[in-house]
């Protein structure tokens, strides 16, 4: 699925069967590079992964590969992918671990923001009664 140029994953799980391993969605086209991508952004965003085009994605990575520009006959920017294809697409592994940290350290702030308003809230009702 392109949106906005962007490649999502639809939910159809595709495989190939490739000698004895077996590979899900784009990791099996010949026309879609697997490494050498860039990571240019990184957003909270949840949706499915287009290069295996199954996972279920809350953290997105905009992926480019200056080979990858058309998809099935349409113009493409590139692909959205999840935090598990996304590291293993880039070329550089040491971009690719800041980016998951990044996005683990925004996972981990999200989740102590909400503790602590469920405990002020807590703390609020409690002082109402």
Known sequence: MIVDGWVY?????RKTKIG???VHGKWGDPDVPQF???IVATEEEEAICG???YMHIEF????RHPKFTVLKGQ???GIIAGRYCGPCMASD???ASIAAKRIEMRKIEKNLKAKRLRAEKKA???ENT
């Open 9 to 13: 994953g639809d939910g159809e799980k």
């Open 20 to 22: 004895r391993r077996t």
């Open 36 to 38: 050498g991508w860039e």
């Open 51 to 53: 290069m295996c085009e």
């Open 60 to 63: 997105s990575h905009a992926m």
């Open 75 to 77: 113009p493409v920017k």
């Open 93 to 95: 592994g040491e971009k």
């Open 124 to 126: 609020a009702n409690q």
